[in-house]
Antibody
């Protein structure tokens, strides 16, 4: 069974860049059709950030698109998230989540999540 | 963008009782693209139901989903102690691809 693990700094300064990685274990990242980032903050609940396919195609939430980049590193079996120009509103627990196979369009496996706080 | 509304916000029930949770969409949702999750404190969401009525792997049959169009329901036939949690519905729409979640229903022990 594929396992997902988020990692990265827990504190980011306002106007800085949030950078997280999602490590995949128990299988090749190439076996995952689509992998998403989802965040959860008290004010906004669960919000989909964006997704990347095993071939590197990306889709982003239009509300974040201008600030988000998701990329794939097959050699390290991981996916990265970068969010630029962060504000306090970006404070959240960030999850990576695998989309189910066969066009399920739902998330059948999640990482444990990592809390990122935006503060000076 | 399709907006999901869940009701009630909080549901207080006793173990053994039936729970009925509602998810309403601002526009019609393809039933293939409606899912439900359970989340406990400090944990990631867990997929319960996908495609409106299909139980995910390992999910007990006391959980069932139904609905179509703009109205969807998650039913827990007999609440077990481990079922007290927050439940979210989620839909997928395109173009462009966009996943959205409802605000959640908290199921409390009465």
């Amino acid at each position: 069974q594929v396992q997902l693990q988020e990692s990265g700094p827990g504190l980011v300064k306002p106007s800085g860049t949030l950078s997280l990685t999602c490590g995949v274990s128990g299988g090749s990242i190439s076996s995952i059709n689509w992998l998403s980032w989802v965040r959860q903050s008290p004010g906004k609940g669960l919000q989909w950030v964006g997704e990347i396919s095993h071939s590197g195609n990306t889709n982003y939430n239009p509300s974040l698109k201008s600030r988000v980049t998701i990329s794939l590193d097959r050699s390290k079996n991981q996916v990265s998230l970068k969010l630029n120009f962060v504000t306090a509103a970006d404070t959240a627990v960030y999850y990576c989540a695998k989309e189910g196979d066969g066009g399920m369009t739902s998330f059948d496996r999640w990482g444990q999540g990592t809390l990122v706080t935006v503060s000076s | 963008e399709i907006v999901l509304t869940q009701s009630p916000g909080t549901l207080s029930l006793s173990p053994g009782e039936r729970a009925t949770l509602s998810c309403r969409a601002s526009q019609s949702v393809d039933s293939t693209y409606l899912a439900w999750y359970q989340q406990k404190p400090g944990q990631a969401p867990r997929l319960l139901i996908y495609g409106t009525s299909n139980r995910a792997t390992g999910i007990p049959d006391r959980f069932s989903g139904s609905g179509s169009g703009t109205d969807f329901t998650l039913t827990i036939s007999r609440l077990e102690p481990e079922d007290f949690a927050v439940y979210y519905c989620q839909q997928y729409d395109r173009p462009p691809p966009l996943f959205t979640f409802g605000p959640g229903t908290k199921v409390n022990i009465k």
